[in-house]
Nanobody, 116 residues
């Protein structure tokens, strides 16, 4: 069982930066993928970025060059550094964990609002 809690959401002006954290409890295995997803009002949840246990990362085209996903295995925490934020980035951001087999966990989400 893996429980995920997101931190770091808030209100930021366009062009600003924000860093989200996802703290995991329970065992985290090497064979895994963790990621950030987001869902704006009236839209489907979409992938933002993923990182595997081996450190391989993947990003949605809309955030490439602006967002960086990273992890601290000792702290069992995944981060999403967001730079050059745009109003289109406004959404609830969710953390996800999967071991590719029996576990697929989601956090409760944290609100990110980009507005003047």
């Amino acid at each position: 069982q893996v429980r995920l809690v997101e931190y770091g959401g808030g209100l930021v002006q366009p062009g600003g930066s924000l860093t989200l954290s996802c703290a995991a409890s329970g065992p985290i295995f090497s064979t895994r993928v963790m990621g950030w997803y987001r869902q704006a009002p009236g839209k489907e949840r979409e992938l933002v970025a993923t990182i595997t246990g081996g450190g391989t990362t993947n990003y949605a085209d809309s955030v490439k060059g602006r967002f960086t996903i990273s992890s601290d295995n000792a702290k069992k925490t995944v981060y999403l550094q967001m730079n050059s934020l745009e109003p289109e980035d406004t959404a609830v951001y969710y953390c996800r964990y999967s071991n590719y087999r029996s576990i697929d966990s989601w956090g409760q989400g944290t609100q990110v609002t980009v507005s003047s």
